[in-house]
């Protein structure tokens, strides 16, 4: 069973970086895309970004420009760099492999929370 880790989350003011991290277990992480996910207090859960095995990205209106994200499929880790981070980023982020039936492969981590203030 696949388990997914992500770390990097904290507390940072209006504009600036922080650089989360997912580890995944398990030897097909290189063959499936993956994504980054966050859901706010009383919200649902929302896309942010996702990349293919080889590396084609897509993002949410919301944070196109300013986050990046990026794998190492040698590391089983996929990465996302975010820049610029407004309040509205406030949320926990989670990682998961989507499939092509709009669930998704892998249990859910715990995520970790991203607190920006104003």
């Known amino acids: 069973q696949v388990q997914l880790v992500e770390s990097g989350g904290g507390l940072v003011q209006a504009g600036g970086s922080l650089r989360l991290s997912c580890a995944a277990s398990?030897?097909?992480?290189?063959?499936?895309?993956m994504g980054w996910y966050r859901q706010a207090p009383g919200k649902q859960r929302e896309l942010v970004a996702t990349?293919?095995?080889?590396?084609?990205?897509n993002y949410a209106n919301s944070v196109k420009g300013r986050f990046t994200i990026s794998r190492d499929n040698a590391k089983n880790t996929v990465y996302l760099q975010m820049n610029s981070l407004k309040p509205e980023d406030t949320a926990v982020y989670y990682c998961n492999a989507p499939n092509a039936y709009g669930s998704f492969r892998y249990p859910w981590g715990a995520g970790t929370q991203v607190t920006v203030s104003s």
């Open positions: 398990g030897s097909i992480f290189s063959s499936n895309a």
């Open positions: 990349i293919t095995s080889i590396g084609f990205t």
